[in-house]
C-alpha cells in the first residue's frame, strides 16, 4: 500500500512539475579559438530548438570556411526523429 502511494505522490509531482517547467537543451557555440572548457559562458552564443522539437547529438563539420551543424531532431507532433542539418554559416556570422 505503502509503495502505490509513493508511486502516486511521484506521479502527481512530475505532473505538476512539468506543467510548470519545460526541459529543452541548448547549443551554444562561438568562433573564438579555445584549448579548454570556458568557466563563462558570456561569449557563446546560444542557439535553442523551436518547442515543438528536440535536438540530439549535435556534430559540427567545417569545410571552406564554412560551418554544418548535423544533429538528430526529434519532433513531438509526429512522434519520429530525423537526421537535420543546420544552415551553413561563414565565420562570424549567425546561423539561419
Known amino acids: ?7 502516486y505522490i511521484t506521479q502527481i509531482r512530475k ?5 510548470f517547467y519545460f526541459n529543452q537543451w541548448a ?3 562561438t568562433f573564438q579559438p579555445t584549448d579548454r572548457i ?6 557563446f ?3 535553442c530548438p523551436p518547442k515543438d522539437r528536440f535536438w540530439a547529438d ?4 567545417e569545410k571552406d570556411d564554412k560551418y554544418f ?3 538528430e531532431e526529434f ?3 509526429k512522434r519520429k526523429g530525423i537526421f537535420q542539418c543546420l544552415s551553413s554559416m561563414m565565420k562570424g556570422q549567425n546561423i539561419q
Do not use: G, T, W
Not at 505532473?15 to 506543467?19: A, D, E, F, S, V
Not at 570556458?38 to 561569449?43: E, R
Not at 549535435?58 to 563539420?61: A, E, L, T
Open 69 to 71: 551543424v548535423f544533429m
Open 45 to 47: 552564443k546560444e542557439l
Open 1 to 7: 500500500m505503502a509503495k502505490s502511494f509513493r508511486y
Open 58 to 61: 549535435p556534430h559540427v563539420i
Open 27 to 29: 547549443l551554444f557555440y
Open 15 to 19: 505532473r505538476i512539475r512539468n506543467h
Open 38 to 43: 570556458a568557466p563563462d559562458l558570456s561569449q
Open 75 to 77: 519532433l513531438y507532433e
